[in-house]
């Protein structure tokens, strides 16, 4: 088992540019997320997919759109990079569709908007 | 809003002692409780789990507990090795919107051979 796998790992966009960053998990789970971590201020859920087909707003949806492409797969897309958005991104999954117990990460994305 | 506050920032001890890491929450209305390591560079990975009901979960040398009451879980970590040098969050879950958690910042831990 590959567990959550990310991609790209690293990833380096000029203000306006758009991205999508892909993640894929094969554990058969239900739930997947998207986080961000800046120092100083923790993760922070962008959103959230309880389920293939449905998707919720996180903490800092804003300047960001996902698509649960099918039960493994969730992304994540930049429409028009902005340098706040520097950061690096982490993806999640659960088990269960209420998103009530353990999580398990991928390795990150770190992105840098110039 | 849940807020959630690990202290201290950063700890640094000897090999071989016992230690304790911290996490308050604010709003009791838990659904559970998890606790993180994560190492420089890299994803988190899930230590231990205490649903709302419990009082206490251990693993190893690891041992969490929970005190819904006063809003404090705490991470205890026996006979401490340089490879648990990392930093450790914890991170809660409301009843309302049990997808969505709220991590605290996290406590760099620093094991000194």
């Known amino acids: 088992n590959a567990g959550v796998t990310q991609t790209p790992k690293f990833q380096v966009l000029k203000t306006g540019q758009s991205m999508t960053l892909q993640c894929a998990q094969d554990?058969?789970?239900?739930?997947m997320y998207w986080y961000r971590q800046d120092p100083g201020m923790g993760l922070r859920l962008i959103y959230y997919?309880?389920?293939?087909?449905?998707?919720d707003k996180g903490e800092v949806p804003n300047g960001y759109n996902v698509s649960r492409l099918n039960k493994r797969e969730f992304s994540l897309r930049l429409e028009s990079a902005a340098p706040s958005q520097t950061s690096v991104y982490f993806c999640?999954?659960?088990?269960?569709?209420?998103?009530?117990?353990?999580?398990?990460f991928g390795p990150g994305t770190r992105l840098t908007v110039l | 809003k849940q807020e959630v506050t690990q202290i201290p920032a950063a700890l640094s001890v000897p090999e071989g002692e016992n230690l304790v890491l911290n996490c308050s929450f604010t709003?009791?209305?838990?659904?559970?409780l998890q606790w993180f390591r994560q190492d420089p560079g890299k994803g988190l990975t899930s230590l231990l789990l205490?649903?709302?009901?419990?009082r206490e979960q251990t693993s190893g040398r690891l041992n969490a507990s929970l005190d819904k009451s006063s809003g404090r879980s705490t991470l205890y970590i026996a006979a401490s090795q340089p490879g648990d040098s990392a930093t450790y969050l914890c991170?809660?879950?409301?009843?309302?919107?049990?997808?969505?958690?709220?991590f605290g910042d996290g406590t760099t831990l620093t094991v000194k051979p």
């Open positions: 554990m058969n789970h239900n739930s």
């Open positions: 999640a999954s659960s088990r269960g569709q209420g998103g009530t117990d353990t999580q398990y």
């Open positions: 205490i649903q709302s009901s419990q």
């Open positions: 991170a809660v879950r409301q009843f309302t919107n049990a997808g969505k958690s709220t």
């Open positions: 709003d009791s209305a838990i659904y559970n």
């Open positions: 997919s309880a389920s293939e087909g449905t998707t």
